[in-house]
């Protein structure tokens, strides 16, 4: 069997398809191009757009027609809501049309399955950080618990913000990385509480401090403090949860700094550091499309009522019946 995977939470419109076995057949990346923030209904027009042509790359790519796919799954939140509204009807009419079962996944834990995917991860803790998220998850008691996570902004929104507020490229992160290798360390505010992050007092002071400092020393102190933080926490779940592995996920993951703090912490541990390829670190179909398959597998189903967006849609919330 196999799974298409529509994956369309933020500004990215993703189309993957796997076979049971987690071969990739096909792995389609359409970005929207950004100047500014995202903007949610732009994004969803976007994805709009190229869906048609994205889907038809995927099918051209893996050598079968939809009908032969199986299985459709789509990202069903978190996220933006009109992005997620793209991804489930067009999830919602390849169903229909091809007479398919439908099933949609959490994000979240898209990244996780996707990631074990990847990575051959067994049971990996997971620090997941990408432009809308922050959390360290664990697989416990039959779900994906979150051990510590963000209490306002995500650590890629933070490193985005900043380059805006800067005047610097969007997306932040890979020219923040870029100038801070050539900065200085400055103390900056290190805001960790109990398991728990905040990154917009960081933000804060960061853009403050540009009118005082070369714009290579903001950069460095942004990313050792933010990604201190982050190591922190994920040193902790790992002390609490004693997992063998502690895997990188998500966009922010392909950033070698906060990889070579997340390598020492593991190396330290004595516990394995996983690392998925980099073309598959951020949003994908395929993590879709993966999950979509583990949990109809699993015997998982939805009638067509069940696949309404949910734009807050919780990591904890999924019972784990493919594990
Ligand atoms: P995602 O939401 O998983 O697609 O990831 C997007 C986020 O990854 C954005 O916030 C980007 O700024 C961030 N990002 C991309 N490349 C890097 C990098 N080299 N270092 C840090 N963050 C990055
Ligand atoms: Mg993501």
């Known amino acids: 069997m196999y799974c298409l995977g529509i994956e369309g939470t933020a500004e990215k419109l993703g189309i993957g398809i ?29 994805h709009a757009e190229k869906m048609r042509s994205c889907i038809k790359a995927a099918t051209k790519e893996a050598g079968m027609g939809l009908r032969e796919t199986g299985l459709v799954a789509f990202s069903q939140g978190p996220g933006l809501g009109p992005c997620l509204r793209v991804a489930a009807v067009s999830a919602r009419t ?86 801070a290798a050539q900065g200085d360390y400055f103390p900056l505010p290190y805001v960790v509480k109990g398991m728990d992050l905040s990154f917009s007092g960081l933000l804060t002071a960061a853009l403050e401090a540009t009118k005082g400092h070369r714009i290579e020393d903001v950069c460095r102190s942004l990313q050792e403090t933010a990604f201190s933080m982050l190591v922190e926490v994920t040193e902790r779940a790992l002390a609490q949860t004693r997992k063998k592995e502690v895997m990188l996920v998500g966009g922010v993951g392909v950033n070698r700094r906060l990889q070579e703090m997340l390598a020492s912490m593991a190396d330290e541990h004595g516990v394995r550091l996983l690392l998925p390829p980099r073309e598959v670190m951020g949003d994908n179909g395929v993590m879709i499309a993966w999950l979509g398959l583990l949990m109809h597998n699993a015997g998982m189903r939805q009638r067509l009522e069940e696949t309404a967006v949910r734009q807050r849609y919780r990591t904890d919330e999924v019972e784990v019946l493919w594990r």
């Open 18 to 46: 796997v076979s049971s076995e987690g071969a990739v057949l096909a792995n389609v990346t359409e970005y929207q191009p950004l100047t500014r923030g995202i903007h949610p209904r732009e994004a969803a027009q976007h």
């Open 94 to 179: 390849i169903a229909l049309r091809y007479g398919l079962p439908i099933i949609g996944v959490n994000h979240c834990i898209a990244h996780v399955e996707g990631g074990r995917l990847f990575t051959k991860g067994e049971d990996p803790l997971t620090l997941y950080v990408s432009g809308g998220n922050t959390q360290v998850i664990a697989y416990a008691d039959g779900r994906y618990r979150v051990f510590g996570e963000t209490l306002d902004i995500a650590v890629g929104n933070c490193l985005d913000q900043f380059a805006r507020g800067a005047d610097l490229k969007v997306p932040g992160g890979p020219i923040v990385e870029q100038l």
